[in-house]
């Protein structure tokens, strides 16, 4: 399926890449990056300040990618490989502000959202370009397990970075491209643009309004083919969603995917997709849906509404494994389902306390 995906995503590049169009006041172009087609709308701009902010979002896509990328070459990766020789290592000021958010998510999902993951992410193959095809040995696995890497063991002094314990391997897959689409947000807005969509391969933020009407956006089927939902949203709003169908290895008919649960090394499982809805957050709209989505889906069916509350985020629409979707009382409004769920449960968040 992801060699599909990339046939695909190579396809659209070649055909849509360069030549942005501009139909009933709407600019869109689709650029090519971290490995994902990104759509951006652009609604109301002049073709010719559309374009050139544009080229502004693509080549600060191309310099993150390669900052931060998790196993190719690059500042992310020396500043891993100093951690696990015991060195600390002096790096750029958007890494330290990554690894801030990841220790701030850390804590705000009491541990379930864990970007120091990254040895554990290649001990199961999910730190290459296609992902393994079997389970790692069980020992190995366990080992991570006690060694308890965390983004908490880090210590920031200025821009040098070092590590208490040396099993840290930052991967900031689980909120990066949120990280990215918030900056290019902010990047858009600097340039005067107010009524935009940034859309990373169905994660996105929208902005304002498309003229007279909000925007209408979809929300991914938990099979990634279709579409779930639809939503009209204006203002401001990010929509992030993680999946079971992202990337993963089927080995004895059994599904294994790149979201995995620190607290026992293994993929998460009882959940085919969450999508978390974010609107003016304080941390970065795009970074929190995202890094949320991915730590309620490590929750599981039995624990997503107490890390929901802990992480602060209330608009939910999440997938489970057992045939029910749930979804939050205050999302349920703004959902138009494409064909109503068999089974929908809707959820009180507030209901019980925050712990
Ligand atoms: P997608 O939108 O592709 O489904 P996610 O936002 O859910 O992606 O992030 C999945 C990625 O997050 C993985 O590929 C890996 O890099 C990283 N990851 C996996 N498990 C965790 C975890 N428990 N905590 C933080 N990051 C994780
Ligand atoms: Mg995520």
Not at 120 to 145: E, I, N, T, Y
Request: with cysteine; charged share 20%.
């Amino acid at each position: 399926m992801n060699g599909l995906r990339l046939v695909l995503a190579a396809f659209a590049a070649l055909t849509l890449i360069g030549c942005g169009q501009a139909r009933q006041d709407t600019y869109e172009q689709q650029l090519m990056a971290f490995g994902t087609l990104v759509d951006i709308s652009l609604y109301g701009v002049e073709p010719q300040q559309a374009r050139q902010a544009v080229e502004a979002v693509d080549a600060l896509f191309q310099q993150q990618h390669h900052d931060w990328h998790a196993w190719q070459r690059g500042e992310l990766d020396s500043l891993n490989q100093a951690i696990a020789a015991g060195r600390s290592q002096q790096v750029d000021a958007s890494i330290v502000h990554l690894i801030e958010l990841g220790q701030r998510f850390e804590r705000l999902s009491h541990g379930l959202f864990n970007p120091a993951i990254g040895h554990l992410l290649k001990l199961w193959g999910f730190q290459q370009d296609a992902p393994g095809h079997s389970p790692p040995d069980p020992a190995a696995v366990r080992r991570w397990v006690q060694a308890a890497p965390s983004t908490l063991q880090l210590h920031i002094d200025g821009g040098r970075v070092s590590s208490s314990n040396r099993a840290v391997k930052l991967d900031f897959g689980g909120f990066a491209k949120g990280y990215s689409v918030d900056t290019a947000v902010r990047l858009l807005e600097q340039r005067g643009i107010h009524n935009l969509i940034v859309n990373a391969g169905g994660d996105l933020c929208l902005r304002g309004r498309h003229g007279e009407r909000p925007w209408r956006i979809g929300i991914r089927s938990a099979d990634g083919a279709g579409v779930l939902a639809s939503m009209d949203l204006e203002g401001a709003h990010c929509v992030f969603t993680s999946g079971d169908y992202e990337r993963y290895f089927e080995y004895r008919g059994k599904r294994y995917t790149h979201i995995l649960d620190p607290r026992s090394g293994y993929p998460a499982a009882g959940v085919h997709s969450v999508t978390v809805v974010t609107s003016d957050a304080a941390l970065g709209d795009a970074a929190l849906a995202d890094a949320a989505a991915t730590a309620l889906f490590v929750a599981g069916v039995p624990d997503w509404q107490r890390i929901a509350r802990a992480m602060s985020v209330d608009d939910i629409l999440l997938v489970g494994t057992d045939g029910i979707t749930y979804v939050t009382d205050a999302l349920r409004p703004l959902v138009h389902f494409e064909q109503p769920p068999a089974h929908l449960e809707s959820v009180r968040l507030d209901a019980q306390l925050a712990p």
